[in-house]
T-cell receptor
């Protein structure tokens, strides 16, 4: 069974600083990989996804993520964080059917002025 | 615009009562899902459906049931609510395997 780990529960960054959120997965083959964002009181919204091909994936709101097979990682990055990026971010891994989509425990991002 | 709506947004109930949470989507998606979100656990899959009359158990299905009588709706029923089922519940839908999930805004359920 696949699993996903987000080692950082909470991260604080200054507005304008760069951001990297870590995600490590466990799965025997190449999985589907996703990053979702959740604003307070809202459902989750897809930021980006990786299935195959180019390992650097561009998403909405200026986010990108890089798939590194050798490290089993799919880290999310943004070069300059805005106050509106404060939210909780979830990495998810899927393989061979919806029932196997597994979410990480999330990383809560705080942005300070 | 198409959307996915959940009702109610907040619900307080007592232990042992039956509770039904509604989920309605206008995307015309065949695939629908129920998740619960708990601190330290992320989102965990409760039940899912790939179409009318199809339902399947997820990883935390005990104490929950769903039925799919049409494309638009997947109600989630707690047969006899327990305090351990206090959680935030999210409904989601998608067009096809590997495609993104569209989430509702969630239902905060408290079982006292």
């Amino acid at each position: 069974a696949q699993s996903v780990t987000q080692p950082d529960i909470h991260i604080t960054v200054s507005e304008g600083a760069s951001l990297e959120l870590r995600c490590n997965y466990s799965y025997g083959a190449t999985p589907y990989l996703f990053w979702y964002v959740q604003s307070p009181g809202q459902g989750l919204q897809l930021l980006l996804k990786y299935f195959s091909g180019d390992t650097l994936v561009q998403g909405i709101k200026g986010f990108e993520a890089e798939f590194k097979r050798s490290q089993s990682s799919f880290n999310l990055r943004k070069p300059s964080v805005h106050w509106s990026d404060a939210a909780e971010y979830f990495c998810a891994v899927g393989a061979g059917g919806y029932q196997k989509v597994t979410f990480g425990t999330g990383t809560k991002l705080q942005v300070i002025p | 615009d198409a959307e996915i709506t959940q009702s109610p947004r907040h619900k307080i109930t007592e232990t042992g009562r039956q509770v039904t949470l509604a989920c309605h989507q206008t995307w015309n998606h065949n695939n629908m899902f129920w998740y619960r979100q708990d601190l330290g656990h992320g989102l965990r899959l409760i039940h899912y459906s790939y179409g009318v009359q199809d339902t399947n158990k997820g990883e935390v299905s005990d104490g929950y049931s769903v039925s799919r009588s049409n494309t638009e709706d997947l109600p989630l029923t707690l047969e006899s609510a327990a305090s351990s089922q206090t959680s935030v519940y999210f409904c989601a839908s998608s067009e096809a395997e590997g495609q993104k999930l569209f989430f509702g805004s969630g239902t905060q359920l408290s079982v006292l």
